[in-house]
């Protein structure tokens, strides 16, 4: 069975610039979830769909994240524009609704 | 609030048992425990979980407290490649399934 797939696996921004991350979930999966995990510290998240329904948003900060699920499949997480603070590992998982969840490789992003 | 305690670090010898323990007086009726662990450079993986009884799997076995404050997860014979960071979790069903981390255990495996 695939498992959850991330891309890029590594990006290097300028601080103001805006970066995507990319996740295609396991297949069937209707949950979605977005974390950021900086480094020494536990995954926070940020974002929770059910299928293209957002569940819970409260801290994905709004004014510079933003997140999609295109028709309950794939999402992808947008930075625009990035801090430094912003560098981190971004990872991506999925699961059956109530289910275990499955994450991906992560994207680890460094804002210069 | 969904908040979960656990020791910052723990050590283990090679081939012999490992208890991780974690607070967790918050929990509700119908909220779980799972427990996670991340190797370096990796995302996490999926150990247990229960919810009121122990629970096995190839795994890991979880113990949970009568009063289901606190819950143990036991690594029968610990090898190098269990060194990684362990999180236990409350698991909010009655949210959607939200899986909110603590700040974990980091296990080392001395040979």
């Known amino acids: 069975e695939a498992g959850v797939a991330q891309s890029p696996r590594y990006k290097i921004i300028e601080k103001r610039q805006s970066v995507a991350f990319w996740c295609n979930p396991i297949s069937g999966h209707a949950t979605l979830y977005w974390y950021q995990q900086i480094l020494g510290q536990g995954p926070k998240l940020l974002i929770q769909f059910q299928n293209n329904g957002v569940v819970d948003d409260s801290q994905l900060p709004k004014d510079r994240f933003s997140a999609e699920r295109l028709k309950g499949v794939d999402s992808t997480l947008k930075i625009q524009p990035a801090k430094l603070e912003d560098s981190a590992v971004y990872l991506c998982?999925?699961?059956?609704?109530?289910?275990?969840?499955?994450f991906g490789q992560g994207t680890r992003l460094t804002v210069v | 609030d969904a908040k979960t305690t656990q020791p910052n670090s723990m050590e283990s010898n090679e081939e012999e048992p490992v208890h991780l323990p974690c607070n967790h007086s918050?929990?509700?009726?119908?909220?779980?425990i799972h427990w996670y662990r991340q190797l370096p450079s990796q995302g996490p993986e999926y150990v247990i979980h229960g919810l009121t009884s122990n629970v096995n799997n190839r795994m890991a076995s979880l113990a949970i407290a009568e009063d289901r404050k606190s819950s143990t997860l036991i690594l029968h014979r610990a090898t190098l490649r269990d060194a990684a960071v362990y999180y236990c979790i409350h698991y909010l069903g009655n949210q959607g399934g939200k899986l909110i981390f603590g700040q974990g255990t980091e296990l080392s495996v001395k040979p």
């Open positions: 918050t929990i509700s009726g119908t909220d779980y």
């Open positions: 998982a999925s699961s059956f609704p109530l289910g275990v969840a499955f």
